[in-house]
């Protein structure tokens, strides 16, 4: 039975209505904070942590308020649809009242809406980082170490040593073996932002996302959303690293965006968030494309249990804005310079 049985049809959609209307004005209120948090010029350690605490906690937590009240909005209408039918069904007419329906309009598209672009990548919702199922040659701790293993780790070692001196350009590949041989297999975040600024096949790879991505805003637009965030499925990345350090940093990587939209008569204005994803391990039978060493020479210090792979991870944020059909009249916002030290 109803929770509403015997209520007013007519009062029922009016409060419908204005829980909608409330689910909309925080999903609007989430995406302008989240773009003018992105945008801010507010450095130092107060504004990494406030921009930190938005994305981890604050902006979730009103994402998931508007959530419960889109939830009870169909609540609503299922119940006034119910009454609707009961009223008909006992006396051949609906109930009716004299009052006013509120209305909220907020600009951020019909409930009828899609969610999801055509080609099911992009889905309108907050950041979901994806599960990646990544391929694992060599398993952890299962083989014993023979008297071969103990130079050969110290041979390793001593080239990782040496690098910080004699190849200062291989900075980010050896602080990333450096994390395997500290053998606790925690996330590792690289400088995505450095990698595009020094490789130009990671810069292509970001652009071809950001491209990707004003497409998916404009097909979202264009069924009726006009304040909106949306999260994408990750993809391998089209083009392998040209740079010797980003080559053995990240290699082949899966890319996915997130991003928040607001579009302004027939402006639009996309703050989105490239992020790369990898897994570092080594791949049995294959070389390294500089030195030529073999994989198997380092995937045996997993198998020994003496190093432990990783997922490692980066991102990059743009400003991205154009009128509304016309993705190529873009403009996308310059990274900040990083900081002399």
Same mark, same amino acid.
């Given at each position: ?101 509120? $209305? ?10 899609? /969610? ?76 995505? @932002?450095?990698?595009?600024? @020094? ?9 071809? @996302?950001? /491209? ?5 805003? @404009? ?18 990345? $089209?083009?392998?690293? /040209? /740079? ?70 980066? $991102? ?26």
């Amino acid at each position: 039975m109803s929770g509403f049985f015997g209520a007013d049809v007519a009062e029922l959609r009016s409060l419908a209505r204005t829980v909608e209307g409330g689910s909309e004005q925080l999903a609007a209120i989430r995406a302008l904070l989240s773009q003018s948090i992105g945008q801010s010029a507010w450095d130092g350690p107060d504004g990494a942590d406030f921009t930190a605490a938005w994305h981890s906690r604050l902006a979730p937590g009103l994402q998931r308020a508007s959530e419960r009240l889109a939830t009870a909005t169909e609540t609503l209408k299922r119940n006034a649809d119910e009454q609707d039918q009961a009223s008909q069904d006992g006396s051949g007419s609906s109930s009716s009242s004299n009052a006013t329906p509120a $209305s909220f309009g907020t600009g951020s598209g019909s409930g009828d809406s899609p /969610t999801t672009t055509s080609d099911g990548q992009y889905t309108i919702g907050p950041p979901s980082r994806p599960d990646i199922a990544w391929d694992e040659d060599f398993e952890y701790d299962s083989k014993d170490p023979g008297p071969g293993d103990y130079a050969s780790a110290a041979a390793w070692k001593a080239r990782l040593a040496g690098a910080g001196v004699l190849r200062p350009d291989l900075d980010d590949a050896m602080d990333a073996y450096g994390h395997y041989w500290d053998n606790n297999g925690d996330p590792f975040e690289f400088d995505y @932002e450095e990698a595009v600024r @020094e490789d130009s096949h990671v810069a292509d790879n970001v652009d071809g @996302e950001i /491209t990707r991505a004003q497409a998916a805003a @404009e097909e979202l637009i264009k069924s009726g959303q006009s304040i909106f965030e949306f999260t994408g499925a990750p993809t391998a990345s $089209s083009a392998y690293p /040209t /740079t010797e350090n980003w080559t053995k940093t990240i290699g082949a990587y899966q890319q996915w965006s997130s991003a928040d939209v607001a579009v302004d008569g027939d402006k639009v204005t996309m703050t989105v968030t490239v992020h790369a994803e990898d897994r570092y391990n080594f791949n049995a039978g294959q070389s390294d494309i500089a030195s030529g060493q073999p994989d198997d020479a380092n995937g045996r210090f997993t198998e020994l249990g003496w190093a432990k792979p990783f997922d490692s991870s980066g $991102s990059v944020t743009r400003t991205v804005t154009w009128t509304v059909g016309d993705p190529t009249s873009g403009q996308i916002s310059e990274p900040e310079k990083p900081s002399e030290r």
